[in-house]
């Protein structure tokens, strides 16, 4: 059997699918969240196919999940009405809520997100290809970065309850919402990396209006009723059509506070400019990234060789934080490619509900070709595909290819493949990827593989003042959720982590007095009684 054929083999029959990862129906979504209320939509919908072909008596066949509701811009000024009336000028209900009730519904509305679990982790996997593993991994990540998020807010609650006394002005200082968020997350994550906004967006007290992202629809479907019956009214609103349709009017309507993107450089400075009063409007955005490897004479190549593949292929290298170049030093660029492809050709690819496997269906239907057009590409302008079976394909499934070497007229050198290629760079000079990671419009990360201690000490000072991230011997990565996560140039604007999601999506706020008798005795009254939500001094256990 040829490798072609063995990949179309990985495809099978819908009845060989063991039973617990199959769906128990197709899930046509018919009705939106917005004011509080699940409304019914009987217009347009778009159909949903999974990456995954299955064999049928007229061939592969994408298998049909469902569909769900195009709605149009009518639908989304609607929503964005209700957040706007929700959030009432910072007088509504949910803005002018004490932390300890907002935790609450939080709380609440992760009780109700944790009974949906079986069903969502089934999404994620039939919606974008994700491995079962990484699709449960990706659940129940949210789940405890949401009991994170929770936390931090004690904390920093805590740390706001007391009063200061500076030149004999006593203030309370802590941070309040900024106003109605637009929430779009990304189809690679597109659980984990919406909510990571989502989340400390709507515990702030802002009121939010979400869109799922194009691969990755439905599997919010079965959370609309959770955020319904957690929160007040207007509170959260969903937002459905087409990305072009829908958005340009919202943000023309200047009645946006906070942009919150992950996905494209380009589409994100579209959109802040056809807001009113840009200075207005805060952007939290994750966006393009080119994040490069650089492995040195003196690395550790087993190590280099595990962290690459890790770095470039997990998830089929469809991550923002993907090591998408390698710069190999010349002295060692053979043995290095030698060892990757070794490790590449051991890679497990196949159904994503199979146990271990590593490569499963990329999401994008486009993808494969795009891929094909690289590979062409660099072999146009003198590069070759070093692995045995490299950039090999059939239908959805994509054989990892190490693309060597690599150079700057190829679309590998400039473009971020978003998928599972390996473009390699061998260089003389260290200066070579500097003055790459200087030229490039991304600064998200770089990895650098060495272990004399001189030669990483000459290679941090640069680069920390070039990406925001600096990994030694190891693959470049979002988490731990509580290290800040941002870029540099087109990479990113504002900053995401546990605590800087709270402060990205609020402001510090302060209520002062001059000390003297008639004002402390109003200040003491005001915080015995209880009658003003931000001028307390109640502690949250």
């Keep these: 059997m040829s490798f072609s054929d063995q990949l179309m083999a990985s495809f099978v029959q819908e009845s060989q699918i063991p039973q617990e990862f199959l769906l128990e129906q197709e899930i046509h ?27 049928t008596a007229d061939g592969l066949k994408r298998k049909f999940i469902g569909s ?20 009432d000028s910072g ?10 009730q907002r935790i609450k519904c939080l709380e609440k509305f992760t009780y109700k997100m944790i009974e949906q679990k079986d069903l969502v982790v089934k999404l994620i996997m039939w919606e974008i290809g994700k491995s079962f593993a990484d699709s449960t991994k990706e659940f129940d990540r949210t789940v405890e970065y949401i009991h994170s998020t929770i936390d931090a807010l004690k904390d920093m609650d805590r740390e706001s309850s007391r009063f200061e006394i500076h030149e004999n002005v006593v203030a309370q200082i802590r941070r309040s919402p900024l106003g109605v968020v637009l929430c779009m997350g990304p189809f690679n994550y597109p659980l984990n990396e919406t909510y990571t906004t989502l989340i400390p967006a709507i515990i702030m007290g802002n009121t939010v209006l979400f869109k799922p992202p194009k691969h990755g629809t439905l ?29 340009p009017g919202l943000m023309k309507s200047g009645k946006i506070n906070v942009l919150t993107l992950i996905g494209s450089s380009k589409v994100a400075n579209d959109l802040k400019k056809l807001h009113p009063k840009v200075n207005r409007l805060r952007a939290v955005l994750s966006l393009d990234a080119k994040n490069a490897a650089i492995i040195t004479p003196n690395a550790d190549l087993k190590v280099a060789v595990e962290e690459t593949i890790l770095g470039a292929l997990s998830f089929n290298g469809q991550r923002c934080t993907a090591l998408k170049i390698i710069f190999v030093h010349k002295q060692v660029a053979d043995e290095f490619l030698k060892k990757l492809s070794d490790a590449v050709a051991a890679l497990k690819m196949d159904m994503p509900w199979v146990k271990g496997v590593n490569i499963t269906p990329v999401a994008e239907p486009d993808k494969p070709a ?33 693309v060597y070497p690599v150079n700057e007229r190829m679309k590998l050198y400039r473009e971020e493949q978003f998928g599972p290629v390996i473009p390699v760079i061998p260089y003389e000079s260290i200066e070579e990827p500097i003055e790459y990671q200087i030229n490039s419009a991304h600064g998200m990360q770089v990895s650098i593989f060495s272990n004399d201690p001189e030669e990483v000490s000459s290679l941090i000072d640069p680069f920390v003042n070039l990406v925001s991230r600096v990994n030694i011997n190891s693959q470049c990565q979002r988490g731990p959720d509580v290290y800040p996560f941002t870029g540099r140039k087109d990479s990113a604007e504002g900053t995401l982590s546990v605590v800087d999601g709270l402060r990205s999506f609020s402001i510090r ?24 939500k931000f001028l307390s001094t109640k502690f949250i256990f």
């Design 29 to 55: 979504q018919k009705e939106y969240l917005c004011d509080g209320e699940m409304r019914k939509w009987e217009g347009g919908v778009s159909e949903v196919f999974s990456p995954i072909y299955v064999q």
């Design 68 to 87: 769900y509701p195009v709605c149009t811009e009518t639908e989304a000024m609607e929503a964005l009405e209700a957040a706007t009336k929700a959030y």
């Design 91 to 100: 007088r509504g209900e949910w803005p002018t809520m004490s932390i300890d």
């Design 219 to 247: 599997l919010h479907y079965p959370l609309l009723k959770a955020f319904q019956e957690a929160f007040p009214k207007g509170v959260v609103n969903s937002i459905y059509g087409r990305g072009a349709n829908i958005i």
């Design 370 to 402: 795009y891929i094909q057009e690289c590979i062409d590409d660099a072999i146009a302008n003198g590069a070759a595909v070093v692995n045995e079976h490299g950039g090999e394909m059939a239908e959805s499934l994509i054989f990892p290819a190490i």
């Design 509 to 532: 706020s302060l209520v002062t007095t001059k000390m003297n008798d008639a004002n402390k005795h109003l200040f003491n009254e005001i915080v015995s009684d209880g009658d003003s």
